[in-house]
């Protein structure tokens, strides 16, 4: 379980600043919604945490390291995106594996990381399928399960259920909060629902134009007047 500083963060596309001066932490084991309105800056924070967004000043901390200073498959941190990027010509077993495979990790142990990636995320009767067989939230399942066989310490989600009707909405809230109970690392999702939010998460923060509004508990903000 790694926590995340975030220090003094601004990040500006040419002229235009998106944030401006952000300060967070994040406790280890955490699931921290990120809510605010399109446009805040969310996305933005969620890939300079994962390190694929330059910061402009400032610096992210995870696990005592700043986020630049490892290469991407050596943070420990993997993203799980609204559109699923599947790919398309592949079977949901090697859609999952095929990560591990170019890391060149053993075959017996992607086989292992798939089987129980799969048994987790009850896909194990669909590993033979290609996408286009699954439901939509099978495929977000397969998403999931891409990020999970790099048993990663920390997960980003960002707005991953945004595609899926109410009902399965809700079914996978469900999910994805048995898959931090289980797994115990740490989470943050990032949506524009406050329904998400105040289901979802342990911490809330509220961000509005790149700055942070209110953090909290979500009782505590819900019961602020
Ligand atoms: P959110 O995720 O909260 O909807 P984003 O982080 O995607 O917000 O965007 C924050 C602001 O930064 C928006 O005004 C957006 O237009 C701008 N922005 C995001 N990415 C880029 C980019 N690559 N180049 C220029 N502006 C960008
Ligand atoms: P090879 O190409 O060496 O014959 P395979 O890719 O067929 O190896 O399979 C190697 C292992 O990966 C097998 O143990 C199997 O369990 C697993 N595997 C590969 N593809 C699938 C798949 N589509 N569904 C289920 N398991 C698979």
Same mark, same amino acid.
């Given at each position: +379980? ?5 220090? @003094?963060?601004?990040?500006?596309? =040419? ?5 401006? =001066?952000?300060? *967070? ?8 919604? %990120?809510?605010?309105?399109? =446009? ?5 924070? !969620?890939? +300079? ?9 400032? #610096? ?15 943070? =420990? ?6 559109? &699923?990027? %599947?790919?398309?010509? +592949?079977?949901?077993? @090697? @859609? ?6 170019? #890391? ?8 292992? /990381? ?6 987790? *995320?009850?896909?194990?009767? &669909? !590993? ?5 067989? %699954? ?10 399960? /891409? ?15 945004? @595609?899926?009707?109410?009902?399965? /909405? ?5 999910? !994805?909060?048995? !898959?931090?109970?289980? *797994?115990?690392?740490? +989470? ?12 979802? #998460?342990?911490?809330?923060?509220? *961000?509005? $134009? ?13 019961? $602020?007047?």
């Amino acid at each position: +379980m790694f926590d995340i500083k975030i220090d @003094n963060v601004t990040k500006s596309y =040419g002229a235009t600043q998106v944030i401006p =001066g952000l300060s *967070l932490e994040l406790a280890a084991g955490s699931f921290t919604v %990120l809510l605010g309105p399109s =446009g805040c800056g969310k996305s933005t924070l !969620l890939r +300079m945490i994962a390190g694929l967004e330059e910061v402009t000043t400032g #610096a992210i901390f995870i696990d005592g390291a700043d986020v630049t200073d490892n290469e991407p498959s050596e943070r =420990g941190i993997a993203m799980v995106f609204q559109s &699923y990027a %599947l790919y398309p010509h +592949m079977t949901v077993y @090697n @859609n999952m594996a095929y990560g591990l495979q170019i #890391a060149r990790m053993p075959k017996a142990e992607i086989d292992e /990381r798939v089987r129980k990636a799969a048994a987790i *995320l009850q896909l194990t009767d &669909y !590993l033979k399928r290609k996408p286009a067989e %699954l439901s939509g939230g099978q495929r977000q399942r397969v998403a999931i399960g /891409r990020a999970i066989v790099r048993d990663p310490k920390v997960f980003l989600f960002d707005e991953p259920l945004s @595609n899926l009707d109410a009902a399965l /909405r809700n079914q996978m809230r469900i999910e !994805l909060a048995q !898959l931090h109970a289980r *797994l115990g690392a740490t +989470m943050i999702y990032v949506t524009h629902d406050q329904v998400e939010a105040m289901t979802m #998460a342990d911490t809330i923060v509220v *961000l509005n $134009k790149g700055c942070v509004e209110q953090t909290g508990a979500p009782l505590d903000l819900y019961n $602020k007047p």
